[in-house]
């Protein structure tokens, strides 16, 4: 056979080499052709692209305490009353222009803003500029049982639940078309901290309107219009967000061509991303690689302190985490340090109570708990656990600021209760299927925990342990105790920061004592970004804001413009 | 006088011995199995050869990479995990599971395939050609979409995911086995036992099951191959072993997360699986040349 | 060869009739109220649809309905999106198709040449090089071989993108769901560019599919020619005295390909599953993410839906080629499958 294979090949090796040579090489030329260094981002069209971490449950944070709605939408498709000033946290004008406070701290006027446009998409043109019936619609939503809006999309309106605020608001009433008055039955200090947090959007009324008309009410969450700096142009579940620029937004600030939001689970592919530079910006970066990040000269990495905490919650409702030894027994099995190092890896602060130390009400002598595995198996026999019981620990699926691998210190506390012979098993699901199923109280426990919408501490205590908190579900503890709902409704009322102090060190004391939750870590919030991304700073008060965020764009060709668009050159207060 | 014992010393070789020598001068094929060996001895071994425990974390040595680097340790051979799980240990408890998964996976596909192929070798008519025709639709359907559905049906697990690998390299052995006794059966060795007087079975079991044998063998190992990566690939995409059984595929997926500071909890796990792989393929393939060759020379 | 026409299109329709049944079916294994498995939720305004969840259709009714439905493409919304299944399915599907396509065409357009180039010189030594680049090939697994590709060229060399079909920057309107189709029949401006960056997000995928298909076709290709180079009529042509040349493509060259076509049927299944994996790494917006995503999150009816449509067009492309090859060589039994 190698005889005749010989003849054969005597023609068919030279030709069909040949042949493959010239292939080869065609395909390389038209490879290379593609393959320039720079060319993912020079031959690109102008816009930002944010990767984010998850889907968000809707566009109107009004519905959902969860940060990647409001990341998407509570700064860049809305706008409210009041905004917080990122570097100080002070309250300063939105949508309203002035307001004015009477002595007995129970009613509010505010001014609005003139001449504000809502969007104007291709599903909606509005025909008026915002006034004061858009604020009534926007607040009876969540206010007024009997408003039509009110169940659409079976809504619940968590964040303003667990403040109550339903039963704190008497009344809104519209004065004329540029003026509001808003009633409390009681004095809140926080209220208008509150009116500025990412939930209190303003929503368009003559939309509602027209979805009314059109029967299709739902779309008000999912097709939203606003009047913040960017309009709702194209969502694909698990790829990506389109937003596009207002071109008539009401302030004076440089808006990019584009902005994306690619929706990227991994943190470290969203740092890989970053790198390649097929994102400019990301959410929440992995701590390991902060070092990695610093030394890479086009990447610029900012650091902050940040008012939020992560936890480990026990469901109070259900036995035997109702035995306040047991959850004592359970919390000193655990040693914090090692799980700051393995999970945090050193960027966070160790959690001694709920509030970080950056907080006025933070009190320095709490009691606090420590690593003693000998009396965690004491403490749980005398409350009747037996050695193999078996718990759940349930671990969120996305990264947060205050606990960015919630699966690894699953593992890690689990490792350390086997340790005083406690079975644990780790929970976890997509994260909406997550958070239903935490609703509706499914787990033993949980790890997942809470970041700030604003620099007033009863941020941390209502939503988290109040009573009100267990229905609209940011109560993971489940935990309902009048004596805590007494200290921290009475602090509320007293303007005298001194005095809340007080009450607040009362409450920390009674969290170290019954220990709904054990507080593990106070996170830094960082912030990395492509270096040719302009006006993009960190915010410890909210979600990330676009507005006036470019990039710049090193282009070969004068066609391809730079990525700013400047809008609305007048302004008035 | 002659010495008569000159034929008595001529050595008449055994199908076996015969297929050993040919494979031996194959060099790459031993090296395979000597690879092979390798590892099942691991397999078998590997909780008494290995330094630590799979699941004990090691948390003050987090990320520690294999001791040839300047961080490394030499505690640690092959580096840690980003839990503080040794590596090493984990390769061998992880060869261990996806090794023995495989080969009882492969072993019971094997078992199915054979009897059905037989019952539809020896049958005719509407009964096998139905068969058939569902077993072919099972063949062309992807390995991923029945390991779905079996996963959707039953939960995920490395059990789920063995029955769904099992259940899609059934046909494949089917078709073979029905072809194969086929066409034995048209030959005279055969009629000449049923003649004799052996039913079906007797004519199966002692007739055709030994020349089977070898092909079966040779077939079963490239199905431990493909058994070997769609395990791990379901252990990578969590739809078979879950995260804390240490799988190849599943540390592969959990490396994902610190991939860039730390690149061997990737790379390791991965050249294990690929290693295996090869060296399965090079056995069998040497195997193969070397039953087809053995009665020529 | 219209008997074989007709044998093989009513096999084909019986396989897709039992696979449109063991969807339905799925329905009721899977857990959960199977009509809303079914259809993804209880309130819905179409005819098929209606009769199918009256309270007195028996379970052939049912079927009936749904393969109505089926064809009239209410396809039933997902529980995750709650959205219609058709328009998600038809904007993914075409990206898995070109995916599959063009790694299959590469493989193709390399592996057979070079299989030829093995075969002619057994056991040679470009053979043997040939056959041990290719067993090694074969041998990754297909996932660490996508990781290993984004390590080393997306993030260490940086030369191209690691993940989707196209900048986001770019917003091209969907035409064919084809990306560069729908590039070139578009109007957006920085078409060269769009189209350059495009293929850029197409090698890598392409790439970690083909590599593994092409050692297959190699090696399949290989044996074919060995086989055929043994036979006698080859070896009475070669005493006939006919010219290499002659003998190569009059005789050689059909013969050797014509095994291929089958087992290129049956390696169509391995390559889905493999693009679909490498779908989830590299976050190409296919079909595989898609069901793997959908699994996660337990949307019955996505799975359902998807695995009937991934399963019907394996079907429909492996029965053509199995037909092709019947009407090409009628004497080829269709039950054997040459060995490997």
């Not at chain 1, 019936?133 to 667990?162: E, G, K, M």
């Not at chain 3, 009256?54 to 439905?69: E, G, K, L, R």
């Not at chain 3, 898609?290 to 337990?298: D, G, N, P, S």
């Amino acid at each position: 056979m190698s005889e005749l294979a010989n003849r054969l090949i005597s023609f068919n090796n030279t030709a069909r080499l040949r042949l493959l040579v010239t292939f080869f090489v065609a395909l390389f030329v038209a490879l290379s052709t593609g393959c320039t260094d720079s060319s993912i981002s020079a031959t690109a069209p102008a816009g930002v692209i944010y990767c984010s971490e998850s889907n968000p449950s809707s566009f109107n944070p009004q519905l959902d305490t969860s940060s990647t709605t409001a990341d998407v939408s509570a700064h860049q498709i809305y706008s409210r009353l009041l905004e917080f000033d990122p570097s100080t946290g002070r309250i300063q004008p939105g949508l309203a222009s002035s307001w004015l406070v009477s002595d007995d701290g129970l009613t509010y006027t505010f001014q609005l803003r003139r001449n504000v446009k809502f969007h104007q998409t291709d599903y909606f043109t509005p025909t008026r500029n915002f006034n004061a019936d858009d604020v009534i619609f926007s607040f009876q939503r969540w206010l007024n049982d009997d408003h039509p809006y009110h169940d659409v999309n079976d809504a619940t309106y968590p964040y303003f639940s667990s403040l109550n605020l339903a039963h704190t608001i008497a009344s809104i009433e519209r004065i004329n078309g540029y003026r509001i008055e808003i009633e409390l039955f009681e004095r809140d200090s926080s209220f208008l901290a509150n009116l500025a947090t990412d939930f209190a959007v303003i929503l368009s009324q003559q939309y509602g309107e027209y979805l009314m008309l059109t029967k299709q009410p739902e779309r008000i969450d999912f097709y939203p219009i606003g009047t913040g700096p960017f309009r709702f142009d194209e969502y694909q579940k698990n790829q990506f967000i389109r937003l596009l620029p207002h071109l008539q937004y009401w302030k004076n600030v440089p808006l990019t061509d584009q902005l994306i939001y690619d929706i990227t689970p991994s943190s470290s592919i969203r740092f890989a991303k970053l790198r390649t530079r097929e994102c400019d910006t990301i959410a929440y970066p992995s701590q390991a690689e902060i070092t990695i990040m610093q030394a890479d000269p086009n990447i610029v990495v900012e650091e902050a302190p940040g008012l939020n905490v992560g936890f480990w919650a026990f469901n109070t409702a259900k036995p035997p985490f109702d035995q306040a030894d047991v959850r004592r027994g359970l919390a000193l099995a655990i040693d914090k340090n090692s799980i700051l190092d393995a999970v945090y890896f050193n960027s966070a602060s160790r959690a001694r109570s709920l509030i970080p130390p950056s907080s006025w009400a933070y009190n320095n002598d709490i009691k606090e708990i420590n690593y003693n595995p000998m009396r965690a198996r004491e403490l749980l026999d005398k409350a009747g656990i037996a050695k193999g019981f078996r718990m759940t620990i349930w671990a969120m699926p996305v990264v947060r600021a205050y606990n960015p691998d919630a699966l690894r210190m699953a593992k890690l506390i689990k490792s350390y209760l086997a340790a005083v012979d406690i079975d644990a098993t780790i929970v976890t699901y997509d994260w909406n299927t997550f958070r239903d199923k935490l609703n509706q109280g499914e787990h033993d426990s949980v790890l997942i925990g809470w970041s700030a919408d604003n620099g007033d501490p009863d941020n941390f205590y209502r939503p988290l342990l109040s009573c009100d908190a267990i229905p609209s579900g940011t109560n993971r503890a489940m935990w309902c105790n009048p004596e805590f709902d007494a200290l921290v409704n009475t602090a509320i009322k007293i303007s005298n920061e001194d005095k809340r102090a007080i009450l607040y060190a009362k409450a920390n004391n009674m969290i170290a004592k019954e220990i709904p939750l054990l507080p593990i870590a106070h996170a830094n919030r960082y912030q990395v970004k492509n270096a040719a991304l302009q006006g993009l700073s960190i915010n410890p008060y909210g979600s990330i804001r676009f507005e006036g965020v470019t990039k710049t764009v090193p282009s070969p060709t004068p066609s391809v413009t730079s990525s700013a668009v400047v809008v609305n050159d007048e302004v008035r207060p | 006088m002659l010495d008569a014992n000159l034929y008595e010393e001529e050595l008449h070789p055994t199908p076996l011995m015969a297929t050993w020598r040919e494979f031996k001068q194959r060099h790459v094929a031993v090296f395979g199995l000597v690879i092979l060996t390798l590892f099942i001895i691991v397999a078998i071994a590997g909780p008494v050869l290995s330094p630590y425990a799979p699941t004990t974390q090691y948390t003050n040595m987090l990320l520690i990479p294999p001791a040839w680097d300047d961080n490394g340790s030499i505690l640690h051979v092959l580096g840690t995990d980003a839990l503080g799980r040794d590596m090493l240990t984990r390769l061998f408890y992880g060869t261990q599971v996806t090794l023995f998964s495989s080969i009882v996976t492969v072993f019971i596909a094997l078992g199915l395939g054979v009897a059905m192929g037989v019952v539809a070798g020896m049958s005719k008519g509407l009964r096998s050609s139905f068969i058939n025709h569902v077993l072919d639709i099972l063949m062309l359907t992807p390995t991923l979409l029945i390991a779905i559905i079996i996963v959707a049906i039953l939960g995920t697990g490395l059990t789920n995911a063995m029955l769904a690998i099992g259940l899609a390299l059934v046909p494949r052995f089917v078709h073979l086995t029905r072809d194969f006794v086929r066409e034995e059966m048209n030959k005279d060795y055969i009629k000449t036992a049923r003649l004799d007087g052996a039913n079906l079975t007797q004519v199966f079991l002692y007739n055709i099951l030994p020349n089977m044998v070898e092909l079966l063998i040779v077939q079963g190992t490239f199905a431990i191959s493909v058994a070997i990566l769609d395990i791990s690939a379901l252990g990578f995409l969590n739809l078979g072993a879950q995260t804390l059984m240490p799988e190849l595929g599943v540390m592969i997926a959990d490396g994902l997360s610190t991939v860039y500071i730390a690149p061997w909890n990737i790379l390791l796990p991965g050249l294990t699986i690929f290693l295996m792989v090869l060296s399965i393929n090079i056995v069998g393939d040497g195997l193969r040349s070397a039953l087809r060759n053995r009665l020529t020379h | 060869m219209i008997t074989t026409l007709i044998r093989y299109f009513n096999l084909t329709f019986l396989t897709l009739l039992i696979l449109v049944m063991l969807s339905f079916g799925l329905a009721y294994f899977f857990p959960g109220d199977p009509i809303t498995n079914l259809m993804g939720t209880n309130t819905l305004d179409s005819q098929p649809l209606l009769m199918l969840t009256s309270q007195q259709t028996n379970i052939f009714m049912q079927f009936w309905y749904y393969v109505q439905a089926l064809l009239a493409g209410e396809w039933g919304v997902s529980f995750a999106t709650g959205k219609p299944l058709y328009q998600d399915i038809m904007r993914l599907l075409p990206a898995t198709l070109e995916l599959s396509i063009y790694a299959v065409t590469i493989a193709l357009i390399l592996g057979i040449p070079l299989g030829f180039l093995a075969g002619m010189n057994y056991h040679k030594k470009i053979d043997n090089i040939f056959m041990s680049s290719s067993m090694i090939m074969y041998s990754f697994p297909v996932f660490w071989l996508a990781l290993l590709l984004i390590l080393l060229i997306s993030l260490q060399a940086q030369w191209l993108p690691m993940s989707g079909r196209l900048s986001l920057l770019f917003n091209v309107p969907h035409y064919s769901g084809f990306i560069l189709v729908d590039i070139l029949v578009s109007d957006i401006e920085n078409k060269r560019f769009a189209f350059n960056n495009a293929l850029q997000h197409l090698i890598l995928p392409t790439l970690s599919v083909s590599f593994i298909a092409f050692a297959v076709f190699l090696r399949t290709t290989r044996r074919s020619v060995a086989d055929v180079l043994e036979t006698q009529y080859i070896k009475s042509a070669q005493t006939r005295g006919l010219p290499g040349k002659t003998i190569f493509f009059r005789h050689v060259l059909r013969n050797a390909l014509l095994p291929v076509l089958p087992i290129l049927a049956v390696q169509i299944s391995t390559l889905v599953t493999n693009v679909m994996i490498v779908e989830t790494i590299f976050s190409w917006p296919g079909i595989g993410d898609w069901l793997i995503q959908a699994i996660y999150e337990r949307d019955y009816p996505a799975i359902r839906t998807g695995m009937l449509l991934v399963s019907v067009v394996v079907v429909i492309i492996t029965m053509s080629l199995e037909c092709i090859s019947q009407l090409i060589d009628p004497t080829r039994d269709r039950f054997a499958y040459a060995r490997r």
